[in-house]
């Protein structure tokens, strides 16, 4: 399968959301169709097996043309991207259809093919300056999606867009002294053509992905995002967009760096894991507790970068797509309930859930994942970090991941008690329930629960990934 459809795809629904830009049904539909479209052109890619497949659009070879690259860690990421978008898609789906979407604006509808098309491309990219154009982009589109939320979104927008310009900033620099020193732009140039590790540029890589990342201390953005983005927009930034920076550290640190500095991860995840669960038990509002959860629970993916082994890469992989699972499923119940509500503070949302049994039954699955409970996803991520953790002797480590998994219960009983097993609501809810959110929490709950009960294909997968970024650094260590 050429890689071009996955880029295809979202640009053709660019141009039919911008030809139906005064019917948004017509809008929403295209956009859910865009997302399966890519859903299932990424499983295709992902069941033809982990071999790299790489394409030059339009027969343009480097350095004039683009290269597009799909090797075993992004066809996971393309796969994921598809399925958590068909997911925002379809919550989307039923707030426009029921009439309850957040603006009329035609640009926010525009803001989703535009964030897939930068999100695949993304993901496939083999060159450092269309990563940088791509990052960009996901900036620019995710931008719509906090902007036109209905709770103080001018606010968290100007954050948002500061957090995005200083990480632009220092990536675009970091690029420049990479093409200035090596004179390429290719990743296997750049890599090839570098003596030692790049430390020069491991400052502003790390503010880069950090930010993008929201990892403490450069989280400051990603609370207030979170509460007032749409619901739809809430999933993609949680499952998606954070993971950016995620993904960025894992393809290019063993890429330039290779082993140096990840004694620093495990002191930034250590610290990320206890600011961001402390900060989610303080928390008055739900949408606010699942942002600095998000905090927390990435800080146990630099952790799995900081013991560098292959076996601890390939967990914190695999915890990288069971945490985007379980987080946009937790987004989506919690979504259910404050969109016909209107408020997203606890106080306003008590019991409010309750005659909610999908949502209800979503968020418990999502939260059983995140803390990390035997038969989902998040149980075998953790496991494996753990595993990993004592293999290495690393004990403190070790102790920090299950005292994190404890403090993760601790809230998310909290919440869950708040909103589902509360007295029952003051006032009724306005409005239906959104029939598109409760296909979505269907279908990601059964997905979680898949993963949790057959692990072994996406930990092998999982494994895969982790060896070729290995053996990336191992091959210039060599030379």
Partial sequence: MSLAWLLITPLAAFVAVLSARSRPRMQALVIMAMALCSCILSAALFAAGPAPLTYAPGGWGEPLGILLRADPLSRLMLLLTGVLFSAGAACHLGQTWQGGAPT??????????????????????????NFYVCFELVAVSSYLLVAMGKHAPFEAAWK???????????????????????????????????????????????????????????????????????????????????????????RFW??????????????????SILFGAIAAWRQSDAKRLLGFSTVSQLGFVLLGLGMGSPGALGAAVFFLVAHSLAKSLLFLATGS???????????????????????????????LSLVGMP??????????????????????????????SVMTLGYCVRAYQCLFWGPAHARPLAGRANLGSSGAIAALSLVVLLIGVAPAPLWEWSLASADALIAARLERGAR
């Avoid at 063993?254 to 610290?271: C, D, H, Q, R, T």
């Avoid at 996803?377 to 991941?401: C, T």
């Fill in 375 to 404: 038969l989902t996803a998040g149980f075998v991520g953790k496991i494996g970090l753990l595993a990993e953790g004592a293999r290495l002797a690393l004990w403190p480590w070790v102790g920090l991941l299950a005292l994190a």
């Fill in 160 to 250: 948002y867009s500061a957090q995005s310009v200083i990480g632009s900033i220092c990536l675009l620099t970091a690029i420049c002294l990479l093409y200035s020193w090596t004179g390429a732009l290719s990743m296997a140039d750049v890599t090839a053509r570098l003596e030692t590790p790049a430390r020069w540029a491991a400052p502003l890589l790390l503010v880069a992905f950090l930010l993008k990342g929201a990892i403490f201390p450069f989280h400051f953005w990603q609370p207030d995002a979170h509460a007032a983005a749409t619901t739809p927009g809430s999933v993609l930034l949680a499952g998606l967009l954070v993971k950016v920076g995620l993904y960025g550290l894992l």
């Fill in 104 to 129: 009329g604006r035609p640009v926010y509808h525009m803001a989703f093919p535009l964030l897939l098309l930068a999100l695949n491309c993304l993901f496939m990219t083999a060159d450092f300056f």
């Fill in 337 to 367: 309930v404050t969109d016909r509500v209107g408020q997203t503070a606890f106080a306003e949302l008590e019991g409010a859930g309750r005659g909610m049994p999908m949502a209800s039954a979503g968020y418990l699955i999502g939260a």
């Fill in 254 to 271: 063993p890429l330039l760096l290779g082993a140096s500095l990840e004694k620093a991860f495990l002191v930034i995840g250590a610290a």
